[in-house]
């Protein structure tokens, strides 16, 4: 499967980004989604993930409360929905996919990833 990111953008501190991830190819449904970030000279931070029927999700404690992790089976895209942005919050962020049927927060687990997206937040 390709991922292809987007949404990604300068933002004021306080406001708001939704970011989208368009699948191609295998059958999305088959894939629990994720959302990582790495921000420079740091390792890639997982944020949220995905159960292939969007029934169940988990979160860092970082964005739990702020971020949302959705999915479309019928578009096969996911998004990430991100509220309150804090200027820590600045990194590139990575959709991505795994071919199993655990909600990962592992990079690893992940066989799939999108080229990433830029999301600036000013102070």
């Known amino acids: 499967v390709q991922l292809q990111a987007s949404g990604g953008g300068l933002v004021q501190a306080g406001g708001s980004l939704r970011l989208s991830c368009a699948a191609y190819g295998r059958a999305f449904s088959t894939y629990v989604m994720g959302w990582f970030r790495q921000a420079p000279g740091k390792e890639r931070e997982f944020l949220a993930a995905?159960?292939?029927?969007?029934?169940?999700?988990k979160y860092a404690d970082s964005v739990k409360g702020r971020f949302t992790i959705s999915r479309d089976n019928t578009k096969n895209t996911v998004h990430l929905e991100m509220n309150a942005l804090k200027p820590e919050d600045t990194a590139v962020y990575y959709c991505?996919?795994?071919?199993?049927?655990?909600?990962?927060?592992?990079?690893?687990?992940?066989?799939?990833w999108g080229q990433g997206t830029l999301v600036t937040v000013s102070s």
């Open positions: 995905i159960s292939r029927t969007g029934g169940r999700t």
């Open positions: 991505s996919a795994d071919y199993g049927a655990d909600v990962g927060t592992e990079s690893q687990t992940y066989d799939y």
